[in-house]
């Protein structure tokens, strides 16, 4: 079954600093994607990259980047030059070709930027 | 761009109370899907639909009724709310499984 682990619960670090959070999911699909959602304080999940289980080319986009390492089963996000504005709860989430209809969810990373 | 309409945004019912919670998307999904938040929880799954006049249950689907009539709408419903029930819901659509969710804007439900 599938399964996403978001094994930090909260994590705060100050303002101009770089922060990775982790996600580890676990499948037995062979073509998957997987998606970084962001919920700032104001309370809607904003969608933030999507990636497929046969491209591990990592992706930068401004200060955010997402490394696939599908030897280890993780899709890790790091912020570079933190901000207080990136302060939210990102969630990991996985999507499998075979249980195509529901998108599994990690619990959350709460990040908190200290100004 | 609607996108993903919840209504209402806010409610506060009873106890034994019934109410129905609409979800409205207005970009052709097939899928969509009913969570709940609560804090520490992350998102669990309640129900969802792949398609016009299909539901499936999620995982936690006690308690609540969906109906999916119309492509567009999705209908979250509380036959005798509980105290169990107070919680943030939110609606979400996509076109096919590879795509990611788009989300509405929760629905904060309180049930005293």
């Known amino acids: 079954a599938q399964k996403v682990t978001q094994a930090q619960t909260e994590i705060s670090v100050v303002e101009k600093e770089d922060v990775t959070l982790d996600c580890v999911y676990e499948t037995r699909d062979t073509t998957y994607y997987l998606f970084w959602y962001k919920q700032p304080p104001s309370g809607e999940l904003v969608f933030l990259i999507r990636r497929n289980s046969f491209d591990e080319q990592n992706e930068i986009s401004g200060r955010y980047s997402w490394n696939f390492q599908k030897s280890t089963s993780s899709f890790n996000f790091t912020i570079t030059a933190s901000q207080v504005v990136d302060s939210a709860v990102y969630f990991c989430a996985l999507s499998e070709a075979s249980g195509n209809e529901k998108l599994t969810f990690g619990t959350g990373t709460r990040l908190t930027i200290i100004p | 761009n609607a996108g993903v309409t919840q209504t209402p945004k806010f409610r506060v019912l009873k106890t034994g109370q019934s109410m129905t919670l609409l979800c409205a998307q207005d970009?052709?999904?097939?899928?969509m899907y009913w969570y709940r938040q609560d804090p520490g929880m992350g998102l669990r799954l309640i129900h969802y639909?792949?398609?016009?006049?299909?539901?499936a249950k999620g995982e936690v689907p006690d308690g609540y009724n969906v109906s999916r009539l119309k492509k567009q709408n999705f209908l979250l419903g509380l036959e005798s709310a509980a105290p169990s029930q107070t919680s943030v819901y939110f609606c979400?659509?996509?076109?096919?499984?590879?795509?990611?969710?788009?989300f509405g804007d929760g629905t904060r439900l309180s049930i005293l």
């Open positions: 639909s792949v398609g016009e006049g299909t539901t």
């Open positions: 979400a659509s996509r076109s096919t499984w590879d795509q990611p969710q788009h």
């Open positions: 970009m052709n999904h097939e899928y």
